[in-house]
């Protein structure tokens, strides 16, 4: 008596069905619950903290008359060392958008290592395959699952660190300085973006290399590139507006200032060591005699935070977009 391993279909039997997307997304947020716990307990914190960083900045009076506008050189020095304020300060305008950008790089290492790279290393991500599931559409839900929730996550805290910097003693004030570029990804829709950008480059550096420690090295530390990067690019995403003359310093407050310097007739930079003298008319008349025609200025006004914030994300979704097609072409090469 013998026994048929491996029976042919009849008419009367079928493939199993694929997985439809309700039930691979709720396999992946059950392979990756830890992180999922730990990304929602990161979103509730830093929501709670920028909800108390708004009534620090609220309980703020600066000090001075109403002309200052929170000018450092016009106020008294009661608020510089009122708690309130250097704690307001110093959250809203250094470390809630560092850690910001920190959070971008440890999604693309955690991308790299748990997400892509340690079910390559493993061998499960074959035997998910093996389940009516294409490698393609594997990948494809495991990305949109963790996008969705990154995306939604950074899409509330965005609105609230932008909440929390609208206290009276910013309002028209240099020390609500958009030209800050950790200010400027933090404010705007390119912080989604970014962190979409960390999802596939970790993803894709984890199919790459199929090594979750060395996977999660690289792609952090390209994520980390990127983000240092990012910040040379943006005052040249959008045309600079243009000041030239004799009189330094003319770009208009609040301006994000991209170069400054003393060109020749042919338009060409001029040094001008040497010629910083007691009085602007000495000043000139050093820079005449070096062939200086005048100073030009090259700025962004604060009407240009708009289409900059609008020109980084595109370039940010277009990266995203170039790393997720190259995933999938070589998912391709390496399954049937």
Not at 108 to 122: C, D, F, K, S
């Amino acid at each position: 008596m013998s026994t048929t391993l491996n029976r042919a279909a009849g008419k009367g039997t079928s493939s199993p069905l694929a997985p439809s997307f309700g039930t691979l997304a709720r396999v992946v947020l059950r392979l990756h619950r830890g992180a999922l716990l730990t990304w929602i307990a990161v979103v509730v914190l830093a929501g709670a903290g920028l909800v108390w960083l708004r009534s620090e900045g609220m309980s703020v009076e600066v000090a001075g008359p109403p002309e200052c506008s929170g000018r450092l050189d016009c106020m008294s020095m009661g608020p510089v060392f009122e708690p309130d304020f250097g704690v307001h300060l110093f959250w809203s305008g250094s470390a809630v958008p560092f850690l910001l950008c920190v959070f971008s790089v440890a999604v693309a290492g955690w991308a790299g290592a748990a997400l892509t790279g340690a079910e390559q290393e493993r061998g499960t991500a074959a035997l998910a395959w093996t389940q009516s599931v294409s490698p393609r559409r594997w990948v494809a839900v495991k990305w949109g699952v963790a996008g969705a929730l990154l995306v939604g996550g950074v899409g509330v805290l965005v609105p609230l660190y932008l909440w929390s910097r609208a206290v009276p003693y910013m309002a028209d004030s240099p020390l609500d300085d958009w030209t800050d570029w950790l200010v400027f990804t933090a404010s705007g829709p390119v912080a989604p973006a970014l962190f979409l950008l960390a999802l596939t480059l970790g993803a894709y550096v984890g199919l790459l290399l199929r090594r979750s420690l060395v996977a999660l090295a690289v792609s952090a530390g390209a994520m980390f590139g990127v983000v240092q990067g990012l910040p040379l690019l943006i005052p040249h995403l959008w045309p600079k507006e243009r000041i030239f003359g004799w009189e330094m310093g003319a770009a208009p407050a609040k301006a994000w200032i991209v170069s400054e310097e003393a060109v020749d007739a042919q338009g060409r930079a001029v040094s001008m060591d040497g010629c910083y003298r007691e009085s602007d008319a000495l000043i000139r008349q050093c820079a005449e005699a070096k062939g200086v025609e005048g100073f030009e200025t090259l700025f962004h006004p604060a009407s240009h935070a708009v289409p900059l914030h609008l020109a980084e994300t595109a370039l940010v979704l277009v990266l995203t977009a170039a790393l997720a097609f190259a995933a999938l072409r070589l998912l391709r090469r390496r399954t049937p």
